[in-house]
Nanobody, 122 residues
């Protein structure tokens, strides 16, 4: 069992930066692929980024590639999402999730946080 709690969301102007954190409980954190997803009003929840258990491989949605960076600290049971050059279309609730396989597919993720709101003003 893994419990996830996101933090770091907020209101930022276009072009600005935010760093999201996701704190995980449980000693098995380091075994999981960790992912970030987001959901804008009226839209489906979509994949943003994922990082394999070791941190040695990452993958990103095309819409955030080059602007967002996912990282993890297994000693602190925490995963991060550094978001730079933010755009109004990045506005969404951002969710942290854990999966037993390395995947960008929503259904592969077994555990989810409650989400944190990110709002980018133009």
């Amino acid at each position: 069992q893994v419990q996830l709690v996101e933090s770091g969301g907020g209101l930022v102007q276009a072009g600005g930066s935010l760093r999201l954190s996701c704190a995980a409980s449980g000693r098995t954190f380091r075994r999981y692929t960790m992912g970030w997803f987001r959901q804008a009003p009226g839209k489906e929840r979509e994949f943003v980024a994922a990082i394999i258990w070791s941190g040695g491989s990452t993958t990103y949605a095309d819409s955030v590639k080059g602007r967002f960076t996912i990282s993890r600290d297994n000693a602190k049971n925490t995963v991060f999402l550094q978001m730079n050059s933010l755009k109004p279309e990045d506005t969404a609730v951002y969710y942290c999730a854990a999966a037993q396989m390395y995947s960008s597919i929503r259904s592969a993720y077994d555990y989810w946080g409650q989400g944190t709101q990110v709002t980018v003003s133009s």
